[in-house]
């Protein structure tokens, strides 16, 4: 059984830092993505960043060049470091798993397993 439990987040000011971070435990074999996914209030949700067994990353085009994700591999624990927060990355931000995945994936529809999400809020 997958489980994934998200941690950190909170309230920031426009400009600042904050740093998630997934716990995942019941994943089995080499191949996984792990990936941070976001829903503000009225809009679809929206991929931010995923992370592949390997190490390989992609982002969503919002947060490419202030958001950094990164695992460590023991759990795995996947983490997410958000920079420049603007008031627009409000969201419930959820950790996602995408069992037997080669590569990093922004697709909602491939993640199997999901987080409870995290609140982070921006105010300007």
């Known amino acids: 059984q997958v489980r994934l439990v998200e941690s950190g987040g909170g309230s920031v000011q426009n400009g600042g830092s904050l740093g998630l971070s997934c716990e995942a435990s019941?994943?089995?074999?080499?191949?996984?993505?792990l990936g941070w996914f976001r829903q503000g209030p009225g809009k679809e949700r929206e991929a931010v960043a995923s992370?592949?067994?390997?190490?390989?990353?992609d982002y969503g085009d919002s947060v490419t060049g202030r958001f950094t994700v990164s695992k460590d591999n023991a759990k795995p624990i996947m983490y997410l470091q958000m920079s420049n927060l603007k008031p627009e990355d409000s969201a419930i931000y959820y950790c996602?798993?995408?069992?037997?995945?080669?590569?990093?994936?922004?697709?909602?529809?491939?993640?199997?397993?999901w987080g409870q999400g995290i609140h982070v809020t921006v105010s300007s």
């Open positions: 992370i592949n067994a390997d190490g390989s990353t």
């Open positions: 019941g994943i089995t074999g080499s191949t996984y993505a």
């Open positions: 996602a798993a995408f069992l037997g995945a080669r590569y990093p994936s922004l697709l909602t529809y491939e993640y199997s397993y």
